[in-house]
């Protein structure tokens, strides 16, 4: 969609920046990459009304211009960047409306980048309950930016927002903050005449960060550093200097506009929940029992969808041999594709309970609480409560939280939360621990109210964590660092989930699943399919002329005999030969051949391994009798033993050289060795 205007997003975190995001492009939005650097960017489209169309860029939230991250350097980059194809031409920044004093100051300093802006003054809703009263028409006119309240959450105030876009100038007016020159007249002077600057903080801003700037050259960065000697330039002086004048700016700016009361209602019932849910024993009862419930409703609340996935599949393969005449496409449609995707699409119901979780303890606030709560902890293991996110973040998926370790400023706490971030149980691991549990783990309750099979999904989530901790002890010892590392965020108030947030959190995640592990699954299960189906040689000619002869037919039923004929078939066709070449290797895991199959292909990714399976036994099973891959798994027997193919022990081996596999794969998607 071609833009006629680019707007940017700015604003300090927990502002609702992505909330507004959300309401201004609704379902017309992408996710990609900033040029050169690995921080999300997120684009979306609206149109004014006007009949303009706008492109809203949600760039990442920052307290300052100055960074502390490569999140917050992208922030400046894209504002002062005049080559950039993303600099926008208006910024709208957000401001908390229950946390002015704190939010102008980056307001402040964009303004003084002479970008036209307007302001969003959100969570109105919020101030107005907390009994803050605030002069809109006043604290415009002081600024002299148009300022728009509004609340994000109940998108009230977002066609107004929309109505000051269409009209905002195309030239900066706003007033000045702060005489930006008296800070560092001489050096400021010197390089806006190099330059060829007209705003003086643009000019201090490239002195403040030249060393990071990738829109000025080499050349450019070193001559900056020679005036900054000969100036006799200190940055965190000027830094300080600046705060300070700014922050005055911003007292005398309240004190007409602004009257807030001593208390305020909701900042106090934040703090009466967090005495209980971060106190240092109960917090961590509470963060577990919330782990142990969220566990057993994903197996309760999920087994009536997942059974009427299941038996829809069944169902249509079965129908599917009936009406398609029988030949190799028709298996390979029905036996290969549909039997690989049916292992893994009968899992969407849990992955959806699964991230509709996440969304509400990210939405409610209680997430930040167990950032918070876990730091003490964290620490003593070499981490940071920064660390948390990474690591809870990988009950969705590793390689995003692998990249959002960039928010942790110490190099050693950032390395060994990259190494132990992949040994946390991912969402794509849910149908493999889910299956292999149904199949090892017998399904009845305990002491009245918990189930067996839960409370085996919580034991595995909650081992990852308890493997991924050790690991970081065990790298604090061996890496080696002098930085001090320091953690410092913001306890948003708690606030009642947006169940429309939710539900879009669950479609995504869901259609990300089926959409993604779904081409892959595809492929390789066509794959299996035709080493499953042939063989070398004529074997496959000769198990047929044997099971023609008396001796069968006259001892074994019809069907008895097909089954037997497929699953010679299969152990004699070429994926049959590769498994027995690597099953003596896992023999003493308690595998067979088949198992083995499955695991090679999990390299490429671990849902996989349900999707090989699910492919493999409906190559060995019967056209007229369809199962699900559960029963087929469940009723498969070791021909030596007689025993169960798959047991407690074998399960639990399994469950390991995945998480291995699963490891060396988010490693090797990062780009780490």
Known sequence: MKADISVALVGNPNTGKSTLFNSLTGLNQKIGNFPGVTVDKKTGFCTLPDGRNAQIIDLPGTYSLYPKSQDESIVFSVLADKSNAHTPDLVVVILDATNLKRNLLLYSQVADLKIPVVIALNMMDLAKKSGIKIDVDLFAKKLGVPVVPISARKTEGIDKLKTAISFANKVALQEGSIDVETIAPELIGQISKEFKLDNPYYALQLAHQHENIKFISPAESERIEELEKE??????????TETIARYNFINDLLYDTVKVPETAQDETISNKIDKILTHKVFGFIIFFAVLL????????????PMELIADFFVWAQSNLHQVLPAGPLTGLVVDGVLGGLSGVMVFIPQIAILFAFISILEDTGYMSRVTFMMDKLMRKVGLNGKSVVPLIGGFACAVPSIMSTRTIENWKDRMITIMV????????????????????????NVWWLFNLQGLALTGMYVFSLVSAIVCAFVFKLVLKGRERGYFIMELPVYRMPRWNNVAYSMYERAKAFVFQAGKVIIAISVILWVLASYGPGDRFKQIETKYQQAEYTQRLKPDEVT???????????????????????IRPLGFDWKIGIALITSFAAREVFVGTMATIYSVEGSAEKMESVQQKMKTAKNPQTGQPRIFISSGLFAHDVLRLCHAMRQYRCCGLP
Do not use: D
């Open 231 to 240: 100036f006799s330039f200190h940055s965190q002086k000027a830094q300080a």
């Open 563 to 585: 089954k037997a004929i497929n699953s010679e078939k299969l152990e004699n066709s070429y994926a049959g030969v590769l498994g027995h070449v690597i099953e003596p290797v």
């Open 421 to 444: 971030t992949p040994l946390v149980t991912c969402s794509a691991r849910l149908p493999i621990y889910t299956l292999l549990i149904a199949l090892v783990v017998p399904n009845r």
């Open 293 to 304: 419930f969220m566990f057993q409703s994903i197996f309760s609340w999920s087994a009536y």
